[in-house]
């Protein structure tokens, strides 16, 4: 496999790996509340959903790819616990249920009566199915289910903003769109979920390079493929807020899990619906693949020291995703949500300092530094929760 495909496969597997149950959602809805302000709400998701965790995945990188190093700055039980907290937000306690029921609700609009912890079961099943062999975990969400989901938004965002009206005139204000799609951004994880994917693209890139090459040609193709797949996002992005706001007359009763099935029959019809649905289940299956297998590897590698087995660590991941996913999208998203809010600027400042220290290296107190503002930050932010 030539240097270029290997770039462009890690890049569509990054993209998929992102793009999963928030980022099928949220775009959406901030275009539905923005209306005729969508442009400056593009332009604040576009910072929080595409900048910021490009910020991290460049951090994570500085690290080759390694995130114990990268929190490890923090401090031994600090990384080990943040790293741990952060893992289960974006793994079986957060993200991947919440891919289950936006996957879920796209059908559930078609199917009203198909029952949840039916399609869970059969979604965690898959998932099973899918991250048992660890090797072909890149390859499958790059080759296979990113060609396919990636198709079917592109025809759907093609279509939409065609036959799509102008939106109305009596949304948000500019200010106030660009603010609520800034914050609105947290809800993705995707600065979260970039300290981890690195490490999978990373070692998926290193794989495919031979030992005598130049160390540099790591760092440039894992850039290489982090811009594929942040231009993908940010393309997919300007689309799905556009459609949110121009089909926003459509959409006042729809639940925010079934939006984009919901566009797709005003946009292609009642019997595309089926099919929107699946790309969308696609859509947070790859997400899931890649979450589940970061989580199952921890539980491995870090918590049990190898001596758990991997298929039982499979099984218990999947086993609590089960049991989250029956909580629905709306309880997860609140929940969510407030927890995000306090850590998401901490974590940001984290990803900034390391950068800085990496690109311009300094004496000794850029690791105190570093702690100071990470841990200032979150104070300050949990301050603010609390008494704001």
Request: aromatic share 12%.
């Amino acid at each position: 496999m030539t240097h270029y495909k290997t770039i462009l496969t890690a890049g569509f597997a990054m993209f998929s790996m992102f793009f999963g149950s928030g980022n099928l959602v949220f775009p959406l809805l901030i275009g539905k509340e923005a209306l005729h302000q969508y442009p400056m709400a593009i332009l604040g998701l576009l910072i929080t959903a595409v900048l910021v965790p490009f910020l991290g995945l460049i951090s994570i990188i500085l690290f080759d790819g390694n995130y114990r190093a990268y929190f490890g700055r923090l401090g031994k039980i600090p990384a080990f616990l943040l790293i741990a907290i952060i893992l289960m937000l974006i793994g079986p306690f957060g993200v991947v249920p919440r891919c289950i029921t936006v996957a879920y609700g796209g059908f559930n609009l078609i199917y009203p009566n198909l029952a949840i912890a039916s399609f869970s079961l059969l979604f965690c099943l898959t998932i099973v199915g899918l991250i048992w062999s660890k090797n072909r975990v890149v390859d499958i969400i790059g080759l296979v289910l990113t060609p396919f989901k990636l198709g079917g938004i592109v025809i759907l965002i093609l279509f939409g903003l065609w036959y799509g009206g102008e939106p109305i005139e009596n949304g948000m204000s500019a200010g106030a769109s660009f603010k609520n799609a800034f914050f609105t951004g947290y809800q993705m994880f995707d600065l979260m979920a970039a300290f981890f994917f690195s490490s999978t693209i990373v070692y998926y890139l290193r794989n495919h390079l031979s030992e005598d090459e130049d160390p540099k040609t790591l760092v440039r193709m894992s850039i290489g493929a982090s811009l594929i797949g942040a231009l993908l996002l940010s393309l997919v992005y300007v689309g799905f807020v556009a459609l949110g706001a121009k089909y926003a007359p459509h959409l006042q009763d729809t639940n925010p899990e079934q939006l984009l099935v919901a566009i797709g029959g005003h946009t292609l019809g009642y019997f595309a619906k089926p099919v929107i649905a699946i790309v969308l289940a696609v859509g947070c299956l790859a997400t899931a693949v890649i979450l589940s297998t970061l989580f199952t590897d921890f539980l491995v590698q870090d918590v049990s020291k190898d001596r758990l087995k991997r298929p039982y660590a499979i099984l218990i991941t999947m086993l609590v995703t089960f049991i989250v996913s029956l909580l629905g999208f709306s309880k997860l998203m609140t929940i969510l949500g407030t927890i995000l809010d306090v850590a998401y600027p901490a974590l940001i400042a984290l990803a900034t300092m390391n950068v800085v220290d990496r690109a311009m290296p300094t004496n000794g107190n850029a690791l105190i530094h570093t702690r100071w503002v990470f841990w200032g930050t979150l104070g300050i932010t949990a301050g603010l929760k609390i008494w704001g």
